[in-house]
């Protein structure tokens, strides 16, 4: 793999990615009021935080000093701000750390500008790592200058944290993250009992989230991230979605608290239990929101759609889904409501004559179609095939993995009696299909076709195994020759434009869309095409519009249909060569490169919050594609680039991670891993 689009600039003062063209003038207006919202929408209270950190003390011996708080507290501060984590915004995140975390500052950070600031409506936290002492029967909390001989006078008392963070702050939703028993020779047992049990019991109204638990000290290990706290790699892992068990993308009080209880238990092997007081705090209240750690919402059932059927000739009966459901009448069309979105079998039989189909129909969500029932021949196939193919026909309708087998071996004993029979190849072609036995499918399609040339069902359903196999010369052959000799199939039409897409024909596959959704507007997978070809065209701004209304069109409860799902056999076919899967996957992987698409094309329309949002929800869908991580990464250096700010960085450092976890061999793997490094200076340098 190769990367396909170029980084932007992270910060005008430090250029870390290839810098971007400018875009064409937008010729049409971009409406923020689309109707595609599967994902919840969040309302992120205001935050502000003190994060202070203090590893090597002033005052104490070199055996006293500690390892991580420091690397703790920047990489708390990195989630805190980031747009997937905390969501704070970066100046209102105050750092104290090192050298800056004296008495003074953090007094006057914690009691002057905290309660200034922080309104009843927003939220508070203050994270600390480092040392805790006993003086006196009191918690303190241990700062840079603090004295080890005068601790009353010169470390932070917990009960002076508590009423400020209890009475002077100002919010609704208030967190204490604490990791103040670090060191086991310096903090006897007794004394690590009486800090966590302070830090349990400051106030009920805050959410109080320890590192350890009565006479237990807290570990530092190499091995996390190149050097942290347990807690505090698991509190950042938990804020970076790790605990969102509800995958809402929301992480709450309670959802951190026991995942991080959970994970820092099972890697200290139970020596070290972080605990949360169950006081009167809101067990809900929003620690992080990670938008593509969502899933996607509940979609509505699907629109019905109505079938109209015309016949040649008087008292044809006509057999929908393997039930009879009307005798037509010549000049008398029969309408047909209700018809769950999705492909139907259609076949009409009169005595005498050979049947019409069967056949698959289209029915797409709340629209209609006229179905021309034409019957001409006399009856000429044997009456044992015949009766071998309606068998087969029967257990096909019935839509299992069993009865597709049980279709297969009827349909294979039609063909055997009667060599030229036709549709019998195509069915048998279809049932090894729904068998993922791509090889026998793709050779009876061709046998159906061998055998009757003109016959278009079979020849489009061909040409869509072949588009799905990757064979996009033949494909198009195939399907050409459908379209040039039937212009109302709408299905040869929209597999055309995907075939035409695939090979870079841009211009054939737009006009081949337009042919399929002039021949039904609510037919979505066309819009998916033509918004693709458009976007591959730099046509961004129309192809955002294409890709909304395929969503649009698509956006319903597909597995409600049964057997005639919306996405079934020739209808969904090239999607197969991403990856096999079932239909239900196929799907996802449809709406998931959709958001791709309206991510890529906002992007390059220089909507950057607008790509971002498609992004995430093209991750709720598939968070396995490399290609969606990175695009997130790019859109959010470019935000941190525009902005001048660093809150976006975390993210893009994120999914830049994940893309190489996902994919670490392609061809420009060191390069992000160099974007990664320049992330790094850019966030340390703005300490």
């Not at 170029?6 to 810098?19: Q, R, Y």
């Not at 609510?522 to 065209?537: G, I, Q, V």
């Not at 525009?642 to 392609?666: K, Q």
Request: include cysteine; charge should be negative.
């Amino acid at each position: 793999m190769r990367l396909f689009l170029a980084l932007p600039l992270l910060l005008a003062s430090c250029v870390l990615l290839n810098g971007q063209t400018e875009q064409k003038k937008r010729d049409l207006k971009y409406e923020k009021d689309e109707p595609i919202r599967e994902t919840p929408s969040v309302s992120i209270p205001r935050g502000y935080a003190v994060v202070i950190g203090v590893a090597k003390y002033r005052n104490l011996t070199q055996q006293q000093q500690l390892d991580f708080p420091e690397s703790d507290a920047e990489l708390m501060y990195s989630i805190l701000i980031s747009p997937e984590g905390g969501n704070f915004k970066a100046e209102n995140v105050h750092r104290l750390i090192g050298p800056r975390a004296t008495l003074a500052n953090v007094r006057r950070e914690l009691e002057e500008w905290l309660p200034s600031v922080a309104k009843p409506d927003d939220r508070v936290l203050i994270y600390f790592a480092g040392h805790g002492f006993v003086a006196g029967g009191k918690g303190y909390l241990a700062m840079y200058d603090l004295d080890p001989a005068n601790v009353a006078g010169t470390g932070y008392s917990m009960e002076t944290l508590g009423s400020v963070i209890g009475s002077k702050v100002q919010a609704k939703w208030k967190v204490l993250l604490t990791d103040s028993c670090h060191s086991g020779s310096i903090t006897p047992e007794a004394d690590r009992q009486k800090l966590n049990n302070d830090l349990k019991g400051l106030q009920p109204s805050i959410f109080s989230l320890t590192a350890s638990r009565d006479r237990e000290q807290s570990f530092e290990s190499p091995q996390l991230l190149g050097g942290h706290g347990v807690f505090t790699y698991f509190v950042y892992k938990g804020l970076e979605g790790s605990a969102d068990e509800s995958h809402d993308g929301i992480i709450n009080a309670d959802e951190l608290a026991e995942y991080v209880h959970r994970e820092v238990r099972a890697y200290t092997a139970g020596r070290q239990n972080p605990t949360s007081e169950r006081g009167s705090f809101d067990k809900d209240m929003l620690l992080a929101y990670v938008p593509p750690n969502a899933q996607a919402a509940k979609l509505p059932a699907a629109k019905t759609g109505t079938l109209v059927f015309e016949t040649n000739m008087d008292g044809v009966e006509l057999i929908v889904d393997g039930n009879t459901v009307s005798t037509l009448t010549k000049g008398q069309p029969f309408k047909m409501p209700g018809l769950v979105p999705g492909l139907h079998t259609i076949k009409a039989v009169k005595l005498d004559y050979e049947p019409y189909g069967p056949r698959e129909e289209i029915v797409t969500p709340g629209g209609e179609s006229t179905v021309s029932i034409k019957i001409t021949t006399l009856r000429r196939r044997k009456k044992a095939a015949l009766d071998e193919f309606d068998k087969g026909l029967e257990e096909y309708n019935k839509g299992t993995l069993d009865h597709y087998k049980k279709a297969a071996a009827h349909f294979k004993s039609a063909l055997d009696q009667e060599p030229t029979f036709s549709k019998a190849a195509l069915f048998l072609g279809r049932s090894y299909n729904l068998l993922s036995e791509q090889e026998k499918a793709k050779e009876y399609y061709k046998r159906a076709v061998d055998i009757d040339p003109e016959y278009l069902e079979a020849r489009a359903t061909y040409g869509g195994m072949l588009l799905d196999l990757g064979d996009d010369d033949e494909a198009i052959r195939q399907l050409d020759f459908v379209v040039r000799r039937d212009k109302t199939n709408k299905i040869a039409f929209a597999n055309l434009a995907a075939a035409q897409k695939y090979k870079s024909l841009f211009a054939d596959s737009i006009s081949s869309a337009h042919e399929a959704i002039e021949l039904d507007p609510n037919y979505a997978e066309p819009h998916f095409w033509l918004a693709e070809s458009l976007r591959l065209s730099e046509k961004h701004e129309l192809a955002a519009r294409e890709y909304k209304e395929y969503l649009r069109l698509s956006n319903f409860d597909n597995g409600a249909a049964g057997k005639a799902n919306y996405y079934i056999l020739g209808y969904m076919i090239g999607f197969g060569r991403k990856k096999r899967a079932n239909l239900t996957d196929v799907w996802k992987e449809m709406r998931a490169s959709a958001y791709f698409g309206l991510c890529d094309s906002e992007r390059n329309l220089k909507h950057l919050d607008e790509a971002i949002s498609y992004c995430q929800r093209a991750v709720n869908y598939d968070r396995t594609d490399p290609f969606v991580h990175y695009a997130l990464a790019m859109a959010y250096t470019r935000v941190a680039e525009i902005s001048g700010t660093p809150e976006s960085l975390p993210a893009a450092r994120s999914h830049f991670e994940e893309m190489l976890r996902i994919a670490p061999g392609f061809d420009d793997a060191d390069k992000v891993r160099r974007y990664i490094h320049r992330i790094d200076t850019v966030l340390q340098a703005n300490q």
